[in-house]
């Protein structure tokens, strides 16, 4: 009896792309990511392994989308948001490492006003 099975929604970090992402595809896609997992990071900073592991996967994905984004004002934004979906988790050593990857001043600057402790 599979008719009544409810099927669990696929996560938009586990779908897969087809073909490549522009850049502004990609922005939007890590944007919707973040907001996505931010239910995750949240329960990922209580210590619920489950979410912990579904906001991993995000962070993952996000962060390899964030790679192919040739644009460096674009990218740096795109950082910024997987910055704060980090900071929502309690992941410091993976939002200081990104931190350090933005280049653009005025992202750099929003970052550290929105989240102190990275500026240290």
Known sequence: ???????KPADIWD????????DIEAAERIRAICDAAAASAAGSARSDTREGGRYE???KMAMEIAMKISDGLMRDAAVHRIVD????A???????ILFRAIHASWIREAVQRDHPTLAQ
């Open 57 to 59: 996967r995000a962070a």
């Open 15 to 22: 779908e897969t792309i087809e073909g490549p992402l522009g």
């Open 1 to 7: 009896m599979k008719w009544f099975a409810k099927q």
């Open 90 to 96: 309690n992941d410091l050593k993976t939002a200081q």
């Open 85 to 88: 979906l980090c900071m929502r």
